[in-house]
Every structure is written in C-alpha cells, then in structure tokens.
C-alpha cells in the first residue's frame, strides 16, 4: 500500500504581490469544496478579511476556513505562534458564535512569539533609522524566525505542555534577551520573565489541548480522501528567498513552502491559485516600480479603501506590474490566477499595465535581485480603454464590459497563466468563477 496519496487535488492560495491582495475572500469562497483549511507561514502580521453576509471578520493567525463550522483548521509547523493573540482570536470568534475546539489543531513543531519578540521587532527597526527600516507589522515576526534558526534561544509549541520547563526556559532566554537588546539599543531594556509568564499561563492552558501532531493528522486525512486547502500569509514579494530583500517578511510565502511549513509533501499540491489585484499595492517601505505617487493613486487608495488590515496603514498604490507578477507565477508555480478588485478601476478613462522593466536604457527580462537596482528600474507601461460601469453586480464574464474583459485577456497574456476567479466586491456574491480546476476537480472525479 502507498504511504502516500498525490490525487485528492489539494489546493494552495497564495498572494502574488506584497500582500493583502485578497487572500482571505479567495479562501472563504473555496472552503465549500476542501474538508481542512492549513496555514503554513507567517503569522499574526497577516489580516485576512472575510464578509460573511454584513459581518466583517479579521483573521491574524487562524486560517479563514474557521468561519465554516464543518471544516477542520490547521496551524502547521511553520507558523509562527502568538498564544497571546491566538486566544484573542478565539475569543472574538467564539463571542461571534464561532467554536473551534474540536476543529483546530496547531502543530506542536510550530514557534511560539514572546512579548521580547515584539520589543526586539521594535527596537531593530528604530535602530535601522529612517532609511534602512522594513516598516514591519510590528508582530515580532522577523525576531521568532531568527530565533528558529538559532535554536539555543527558540520556544516551541511542544514546550507549552510542561509549564515548568517552560517557566525556566522563558526565564533563560529573557535574561538573554534582556542582555543582548540593551547592547545592541545601547538602553537599559525591560523585559520581565514574570510579568510574560503571569500573562501566558491563561492563555497556555486554553490552548494547551489544540496542540497536536498535525503533520501525522493530515497525513492519515489524505489517505482518507480528504481535499486540503493551504492558505498562504504575505505575499510572494514578500518571500525570504525571492521577495524584494530586505524588504520581505521572514518565510516562505508561497506553494513551495507548503512542504516544510505543514508536513504535506509540496508534491500532493495540484493547484496553486494565485491571487493579484487588478492593480498593485504594498505596505511598508520597500521598492515599488510602478507606485503611482499621484491622483491616480490616491484614487485607488480611496476607491479599494486601501488601508491595513492588520496595522491601519495607508496601503501604497500602483498600476498593475506584470513583471512582478509573471516572476511571482514563475517561482511558485501558479496555475491559475484570481484577479481581485476589478470594481476599483471603474471610472478611469484608461487602465495602466506594465509590460516591461527598463535600467539604464536596457530592457530586463525579470526582476533584478537587489533593491538598489531596483529602485532605478523604470517601469514601461502600456495604457488600455477603461470602463466606465459599476462592476459590483455584473455575476458572468460575459456581462463584463468589453474594455474590462480585453483588460483581463491582456493580464492572462502578459503573466502567461489563465484568470479563473474575478471578484467585483468584498463579498462572496461578488465574485465571477469560470473554468477552474479549484473548484470542480473532486466534483468531476466524482468523489
Ligand atoms: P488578504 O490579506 O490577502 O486576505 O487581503 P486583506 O483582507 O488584507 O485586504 C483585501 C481587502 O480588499 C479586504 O478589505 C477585502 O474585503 C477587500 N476585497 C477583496 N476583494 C475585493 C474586491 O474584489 N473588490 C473590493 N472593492 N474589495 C475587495
Ligand atoms: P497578508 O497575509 C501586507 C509586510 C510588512 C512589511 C514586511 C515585513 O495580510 O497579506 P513583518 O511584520 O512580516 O516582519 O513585516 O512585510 N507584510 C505584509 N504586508 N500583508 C501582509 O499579510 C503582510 N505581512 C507582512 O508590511 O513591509
Ligand atoms: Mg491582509
């Protein structure tokens, strides 16, 4: 018998750009055809944003798939843990109506943040100064993950079962904390171990039965059929090894992560959805080739209500770049794309795309690697008929206007993989799906 099961048509949703792109709408709408929802990366820097009916719902570190009450939720191994916010999180769910227990497991090889990860994410960036900072979401990420890899100083969720070892680990490590940011801020730094223990004891002890063997978990669920939904945190720009460096988040944001950050072979994976705005935006500092620092911008800005899920931060606004796009489909092996936000271009007389990447008079096939350069790059853009209709009830490609369509079709050429999904509004009704493999593939195996 296989020890392994490769057809049940697993799906992995993953941000093409910098993030916010609409992850969160994409992976509510799917959960109807997947029996469990698996985060693999990231973790409360992400803020997902869910409409179900007039209710709002942010998600930071559970998988949005949460909100459907018969399907299971997984926090894999290479989720980052904030226990502090993930009981908040459970919390506001379960005031709402929203029950988890039973249906959420959380990897016991996943990594826990601390208050000091948080003073730390702080005090680098003011460190940094005003030109070399990330502008972070301020969650203590980039400091857990660095913990990680140097394993002497890292708390892993498996660490939460025994709270005496805990206390005396936590204890360790906060002195060491405490000695090494009061060098390297050159202040006295505060961090007091008992203050962080008194304030996780609660929260340990309610999620203290979530925890478990994931990887084993959705191992003996695929053998039994089950259809799984990876739903990625960040953005592809934003990945540790491809993003825009330094300017990234700290994991691997895409499909090809899914492997180590669940314990699902990356292998099992049939379909990568990757999902764009139908024009670009970015949060926090970084290079941004086609950033509109003008009306246009503003427009967008004020039209898609760009502002942070997570922080409240005006989101940067830009022309849609479809070579960040084509090397974000590349690299993480998308095969199918959801175009967000199409309702936000209506009303400009012409719609901008970019086509090409120029450095010093010289045409680029790709991305360069480093942000100096890439700040020079300058952006070739090409400008299509806009429309002038309201696209938040139009429900089928056909009754899109001919301009939107022929702006569709140019983004399907230029980024080489076919648009399946199109939402014309924060809201699952507000959304065109048309010949995807997402969707239908267990429905055609007949399973
Ligand atoms: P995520 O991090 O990728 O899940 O995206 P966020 O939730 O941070 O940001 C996306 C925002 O756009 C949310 O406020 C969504 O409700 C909203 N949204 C998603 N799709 C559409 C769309 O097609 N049109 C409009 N107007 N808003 C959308
Ligand atoms: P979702 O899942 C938008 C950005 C931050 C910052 C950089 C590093 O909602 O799409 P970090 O706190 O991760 O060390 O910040 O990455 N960033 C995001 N931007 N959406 C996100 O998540 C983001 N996660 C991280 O703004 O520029
Ligand atoms: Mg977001």
Known sequence: MSNTHTHNEHTCVVGLGWGDEGKGKVVDLLCPHYDFVVRFNGGANAGHTVYVGDEKFALHLLPSGVLH??????????????????????????????????????????????????????LSESAAGDSGQIGTTSRGIGPCYADKMRRTSAIRMSDLRNWDLLSSRVRA??????????????QNVAIDA???????????????????DTMLRLHDASMDGKRFLFEGANGSLLDIDHGTYPYVTSSGTTANNVGNGSGVPARSIANVLGVTKSYATRVGHGPFVTELDNAAGQRIREVGHEYGTTTGRPRRCGWFDAVATTYSVRFGGVTEIALMH??????????????????????????????????????????VKGWSEDLRSVDSYERLPETARNYIQRIESLVGAPVTIISVGPERTQTIVRNTRVVSAREEAGT
Do not use: N
């Open 69 to 122: 009450a018969d399907k299971q939720a997984v926090v894999g191994s290479g989720v980052v843990v904030d226990p502090i916010a993930l009981v908040d999180e459970i919390e506001m769910l379960s005031q709402r109506g929203i029950d988890i227990d039973g249906r959420l497991h959380i990897s016991d090889r996943a990594h826990v943040v601390l208050a000091y990860h948080k003073t730390e994410d702080l």
């Open 194 to 212: 008992e203050a962080i223990l008194s304030e996780l004891k609660p929260c340990v002890e309610r999620i203290r039965p979530l925890i478990g």
């Open 342 to 383: 199409l309702d936000t271009l209506s009303g400009f007389e012409t719609v901008g795309l970019c086509t090409g990447y120029r450095l010093d008079g010289q045409a680029l096939r790709t991305p360069p690697s480093d942000c100096s350069t890439l700040e020079r790059v300058e952006p070739v853009f090409e400008f």
């Open 173 to 186: 490590v906060a002195d060491m904390k405490r000695r090494t940011l009061s060098a390297m801020s050159g």
